[in-house]
Nanobody
């Protein structure tokens, strides 16, 4: 499945942003949907991961501030980010891993897909 992330921007510390990730096919049967981020000079890290059954895990730095959700009818995944901090500044990527997706009546196994990334900058 192809993924396209959007919603990044510049926000002051304490503010909120909502990221969106549009999938090109059905996300209902994808094993794992996730959001990752990569700050300058650092490795890409997991932010949140939602399993097919809906159980969602969050990285410790964002727990209680970020919420991941999905709309299976629109094939979208969201990341609501509240109480943003300067250390949340990064390029955010959506990810799909495992299971299968369907499009136009045809279903295909899902490997690992990444969106193109959207930049979030939090000013102090």
């Amino acid at each position: 499945v192809q993924l396209q992330a959007s919603g990044g921007g510049l926000v002051q510390a304490g503010g909120s942003l909502r990221l969106s990730c549009q999938a090109s096919g059905s996300i209902s049967n994808i094993d794992n949907l996730g959001w990752y981020r990569q700050a300058p000079g650092k490795e890409r890290e997991l932010v949140a991961r939602m399993r097919r059954g809906g159980i969602t895990n969050y990285a410790a730095p964002v727990k209680g501030r970020f919420t991941m959700s999905r709309d299976s009818f629109q094939n979208k995944v969201y990341l609501q980010m509240n109480s943003l901090k300067p250390e949340d500044t990064a390029v955010y990527y959506c990810n799909a891993d495992g299971g299968f997706y369907c499009r136009g009546g045809a279903c295909t196994s899902q490997g690992i897909s990444w969106g193109q990334g959207t930049l979030v900058t939090v000013s102090s």
